[in-house]
T-cell receptor, first 110, second 118 residues
Framework: DAKTTQPTSMDCAEGRAANLPCNHS???????VYWYRQIHSQGPQYIIH???NNETNEMASLIITEDRKSSTLILPHATLRDTAVYYC???????????FGGGTRVLVKP | NAGVTQTPKFQVLKTGQSMTLQCAQD?????MSWYRQDPGMGLRLIHY???????DQGEVPNGYNVSRSTTEDFPLRLLSAAPSQTSVYFC?????????????????FGAGSRLTVL
């Protein structure tokens, strides 16, 4: 499985956009990039996923570089409830297994 | 629509005791899996199942058994609990990967079971 590299932590001001980077330089052509988040002690929650094109849903936007070696999750207007650990995961083309790394601990400050 | 239900939420065991963590889903998901999460760490896959009667090992299977007799249930058994198994356990389910290129198999997680082994 392709590995991902994320910053350990980052702070964000409430109301501002939070940009979370993820490096996945060994990603294969048919592997998807998934983002999940885990709010303290709860089960991880799906945010968004993408293959090549940029994606947007009600929670976030996902920007994938043209070479697919990195991506950025954008929370457009961070709120205090967005404080969580965010995991960037590359999912193999076959199967359902997800391998979680350490994630980025995001602290949204008032 | 309950989603993924885990019981118990909290459990304290003594070393050597056995117990079963229960996981049930009502979404007709074929794929089910168990993860453990140690303090300050990411999730690690213990066992998974792609359908009733089919199970396989994940990254950290030692000390745990699973079975999948129905689509809905995927219990995790600790045969002889050890302090190293103190952790939070998460069950997750999804539809199986259907076609090459499909990226829609989103995992739905339960709320977790916090286990302490003394």
């Amino acid at each position: 499985d392709a590995k991902t590299t994320q910053p350990t932590s980052m702070d964000c001001a409430e109301g501002r956009a939070a940009n979370l980077p993820c490096n996945h330089s060994t990603i294969s052509g048919n592997e998807y990039v998934y983002w999940y988040r885990q709010i303290h002690s709860q089960g991880p929650q799906y945010i968004i996923h993408g293959l090549k094109n940029n994606e947007t849903n009600e929670m976030a936007s996902l920007i994938i570089t043209e070479d697919r070696k990195s991506s950025t999750l954008i929370l457009p207007h961070a709120t205090l409830r967005d404080t969580a650990v965010y995991y960037c995961i590359v999912r193999p083309a076959a199967g359902n297994k997800l391998t979680f790394g350490g994630g980025t601990r995001v602290l949204v400050k008032p | 629509n309950a989603g993924v239900t885990q019981t118990p939420k909290f459990q304290v065991l003594k070393t050597g005791q056995s117990m079963t963590l229960q996981c049930a889903q009502d979404m007709n998901h074929e794929y089910m899996s168990w993860y453990r999460q140690d303090p300050g760490m990411g999730l690690r896959l213990i066992h998974y199942s792609v359908g009733a009667g089919i199970t396989d090992q994940g990254e950290v299977p030692n000390g745990y058994n699973v079975s999948r007799s129905t689509t809905e249930d995927f219990p995790l058994r600790l045969l002889s609990a050890a302090p190293s198994q103190t952790s939070v356990y998460f069950c997750a389910s999804s539809y199986t990967f259907v076609a090459s290129g499909s990226g829609a198999n989103v995992l739905t997680f339960g709320a977790g079971s916090r286990l302490t082994v003394l």
